[in-house]
């Protein structure tokens, strides 16, 4: 029998702990830190500062609007927890954006550092110094990085071995796994306000039901995402 992997530890740098403090006590989260697969810590910036006021920002240099997140918290609160074997994620709108491909990268790491940023930014020598890489998940902005960083967190975990019920393959035959979105999905009752499940799919043949959902699949993805098909 295959030795049981290391709990994935992930810690979120933030100066709101308390933003995270619903998610991971709720539903899958707290499901898959129950049973050790993954252990969820956060580590405040204001820890890091030496002054009275615990400043974790500054007036940008050459002027302009906002603050800037200051260097000293942030590279300290990291190099406080990080190991060799740390993968240190800045939460960016300028990052490279999240996909279901990185969330599966991710989750074989053994350590996760989620910097999640506020304000106009961080400063860049944060990222010369402790950043692996950057990630975005939209094109829009966010007050700060926490609610990114929930979204990377719940889409790591969910692939870790043992969290998700139904079985290993419950997570492959998900939208973006194969490069398409998901076929549509029925269940009981079979006939809801004039509308019937497809006879295919109470037909009890497997193999047509396999090749009805994978046209349903890319023809969905056709419609509604195209550039994922490449064609």
């Not at 991710?106 to 999640?116: D, R």
Request: aromatic letters at 6%.
């Amino acid at each position: 029998m295959a030795a049981m992997r290391a709990p994935l530890t992930i810690d979120v740098v933030t100066i709101f702990p308390a933003m995270l403090d619903g998610f991971v006590r709720e539903s899958m989260i707290k499901r898959a830190t129950d049973a050790e697969r993954v252990s969820i810590r956060t580590v405040n910036p204001r820890d890091f500062t030496t002054d009275v006021h615990r400043t974790v920002d500054d007036r940008p240099y050459g002027g302009g609007p906002g603050m800037v997140m200051k260097p000293e918290p942030l590279v300290d609160a990291v190099e406080s927890i990080r190991t060799e074997h740390t993968r240190t994620i800045l939460m960016c709108p300028q990052g490279t954006p999240f996909t279901q491909a990185a969330a599966r990268r991710l989750s074989a790491e053994q350590h996760l550092v989620l910097l999640a940023g506020h304000y106009e930014g961080v400063d860049e020598r944060v990222r010369d110094l402790v950043v692996d890489e950057e990630v975005s998940i939209g094109d829009y902005i966010l007050t700060n990085g926490v609610l990114p960083a929930a979204v990377v967190i719940d889409a790591i975990v969910r692939l870790l071995p043992g969290v998700l019920g139904g079985g290993p393959e419950a997570h492959e035959q998900e939208s973006f796994t194969e490069g398409l979105l998901d076929y549509p999905q029925y269940t009981r009752p079979p006939m809801y306000r004039g509308m019937e499940v497809p006879e295919i799919l109470t037909s009890g043949d497997h193999e047509a039901v396999a090749r009805w959902r994978k046209e349903q699949a890319r023809a969905k993805t056709r419609d509604r995402r195209p550039d994922l098909l490449g064609d």
